[in-house]
């Protein structure tokens, strides 16, 4: 097939660049360095029929129309609803942070009307004598809920999750943290959610079913295009790979968490009764326990047979031949990361997107709407 696009990664913001592409009539070749497609939402199914999310949870939640049309072309979703549970000190709370965790934890009965003055003033009692000019993020997050639930839920969680101590890390991380004034325990704000009935994988494997599409997996862009002819390197690229690997690291590697996970197949039908379970305390070495099996409630079979799969997932500090899961965000990596896009600017065709490729945090459903974004400019430059 001729090519006049190369998409350099098969994970969801190289697969939907690449369907949209492909509709307008351009021929792509989409190069995936793993041997499957799907980059970190990819799955796998046991023996059991379990759906195992292969490296963490991913639960699909939007509130953006453009998105949800184009994803349910390709798909239907559960109707799942994320709710995650926390174990502190013994005790199961429902998050996130509002009115069904502030009462239970004080044993209070606080109306959705008498919740903000009451955490406003556990934030004040909290904050007494410092100088919040340029908040940290333990103050950022003390401002949001109070003394009591960070240190509770929040403080060594993060610690886990970040290698460091929450004083180092921006105040901005914290702002990502759902805190409502009412009883609902959705995780997400965002009414179209779901799991795909058909598994994650099916939706790769569809918006990469198109005539104008040819996919080679097991072939790593950065290598494979030193062994091309220049008639085909000199085609657009769209890479979703580590920014700084697509330099030879040539300024230094960004600095990335990275995690390690820790799988169990157990007999028994259900083991913890959700989906996810955070493990908020510096006793326990992990942040969470995974139990994948209750994302697929519709599958009746399944739920009721005695085999269950949990993993436990451990932060841990990103090192070469890790995969690269949140990007750190501080002065230092922000420069380093300012240098390597001023790097990629210079090549011509070429487009850097995606998680890895942007040095940044996004739902699945923020991947979506960037990779949409991202073809569609190209075509209204080509």
Same mark, same amino acid.
């Given at each position: 097939?001729?090519? @006049?696009?190369?998409?350099?990664?098969?994970?969801?913001?190289?697969?939907?660049?690449a369907?949209?592409?492909? $509709?307008?009539?351009?021929?792509?070749?989409?190069?995936?360095?793993?041997? !499957?497609?799907?980059?970190?939402?990819?799955?796998?199914?046991?023996?059991?029929?379990?759906?195992?999310?292969?490296?963490?949870?991913?639960? /699909?939640?939007?509130?953006?129309? @453009?998105?949800?049309?184009?994803?349910?072309?390709?798909?239907?979703? #559960?109707?799942?609803?994320?709710k995650? +549970?926390?174990?502190?000190?013994g005790?199961?709370? /429902?998050?996130?942070?509002?009115?069904?965790?502030? #009462?239970?934890?004080?044993?209070? #009965?606080?109306?959705?009307?008498?919740?903000?003055? /009451?955490?406003? !003033?556990?934030?004040?009692?909290?904050? $007494?004598?410092?100088?919040?000019a340029n908040?940290?993020?333990?103050?950022?997050a003390?401002? /949001?809920?109070?003394?009591?639930?960070?240190?509770?839920?929040?403080?060594?969680?993060? %610690?886990?999750?970040?290698g460091?101590d929450?004083?180092n890390?921006?105040a901005?991380?914290?702002?990502?943290?759902?805190?409502?004034?009412?009883?609902?325990i959705?995780?997400?704000?965002?009414?179209? !959610?779901?799991?795909?009935?058909?598994? =994650?994988n099916?939706?790769?494997?569809? +918006? *990469?079913?198109h005539p104008?599409?040819?996919?080679e997996?097991?072939v790593?862009?950065?290598?494979?295009?030193?062994?091309? @002819?220049?008639?085909?390197?000199?085609? &657009?690229?769209?890479?979703?790979?580590?920014?700084?690997?697509?330099f030879?690291?040539?300024?230094?590697? +960004?600095?990335? %968490?990275? *995690?390690?996970?820790?799988?169990?197949? *157990?007999?028994?039908?259900d083991?913890?009764?959700?989906?996810?379970?955070? =493990?908020?305390?510096?006793?326990?070495p992990?942040?969470?326990?995974?139990?994948?099996?209750?994302?697929?409630? $519709?599958?009746?079979?399944?739920?009721?047979?005695?085999?269950?799969?949990?993993?436990?997932?451990?932060?841990k500090?990103?090192? &070469?031949?890790?995969?690269?899961?949140?990007?750190?965000?501080?002065?230092e990596?922000?420069? *380093?990361?300012?240098?390597?896009?001023?790097?990629?600017?210079?090549?011509?065709?070429?487009?850097?997107?995606?998680?890895?490729?942007?040095?940044?945090? =996004?739902?699945? @459903?923020?991947s979506?709407?960037r990779?949409?974004?991202?073809?569609?400019? =190209?075509?209204?430059?080509?």
């Amino acid at each position: 097939m001729a090519v @006049d696009v190369i998409v350099a990664g098969a994970g969801i913001w190289g697969c939907t660049v690449a369907r949209v592409l492909a $509709e307008a009539g351009r021929k792509v070749l989409v190069l995936e360095k793993r041997a !499957q497609i799907g980059g970190n939402v990819r799955c796998e199914t046991d023996e059991n029929g379990i759906e195992i999310h292969t490296y963490g949870s991913h639960i /699909f939640h939007t509130h953006l129309d @453009d998105v949800w049309e184009f994803v349910n072309r390709f798909i239907t979703f #559960n109707g799942y609803q994320h709710k995650v +549970l926390a174990r502190y000190e013994g005790k199961t709370y /429902f998050l996130p942070l509002g009115l069904t965790l502030v #009462n239970q934890f004080y044993g209070l #009965n606080l109306t959705p009307a008498e919740l903000p003055a /009451f955490i406003a !003033q556990e934030a004040a009692k909290g904050l $007494e004598g410092r100088n919040l000019a340029n908040p940290t993020f333990e103050e950022q997050a003390i401002s /949001f809920i109070g003394e009591p639930l960070y240190w509770a839920f929040i403080r060594e969680y993060t %610690r886990k999750q970040w290698g460091t101590d929450p004083k180092n890390l921006p105040a901005s991380i914290i702002k990502r943290l759902p805190v409502r004034a009412s009883y609902d325990i959705n995780y997400f704000p965002d009414y179209r !959610q779901g799991i795909p009935r058909a598994g =994650y994988n099916s939706l790769f494997e569809r +918006l *990469l079913d198109h005539p104008n599409i040819s996919l080679e997996c097991n072939v790593d862009w950065l290598d494979w295009r030193t062994r091309q @002819d220049s008639t085909l390197t000199a085609r &657009p690229v769209f890479y979703s790979g580590p920014i700084d690997a697509l330099f030879g690291y040539r300024f230094g590697a +960004l600095p990335w %968490r990275s *995690l390690r996970f820790e799988r169990e197949t *157990l007999e028994v039908a259900d083991w913890q009764g959700t989906s996810v379970m955070n =493990y908020t305390g510096a006793d326990v070495p992990f942040t969470r326990i995974h139990e994948f099996k209750h994302f697929h409630p $519709e599958d009746k079979e399944t739920m009721a047979r005695a085999k269950t799969v949990i993993c436990r997932e451990y932060p841990k500090t990103w090192e &070469p031949g890790d995969e690269p899961y949140y990007a750190v965000d501080n002065a230092e990596s922000r420069a *380093l990361l300012a240098r390597y896009q001023e790097e990629a600017a210079k090549v011509p065709g070429l487009v850097v997107g995606g998680r890895l490729g942007e040095y940044r945090y =996004y739902d699945m @459903d923020q991947s979506v709407g960037r990779g949409l974004a991202a073809a569609k400019a =190209y075509l209204e430059r080509n």
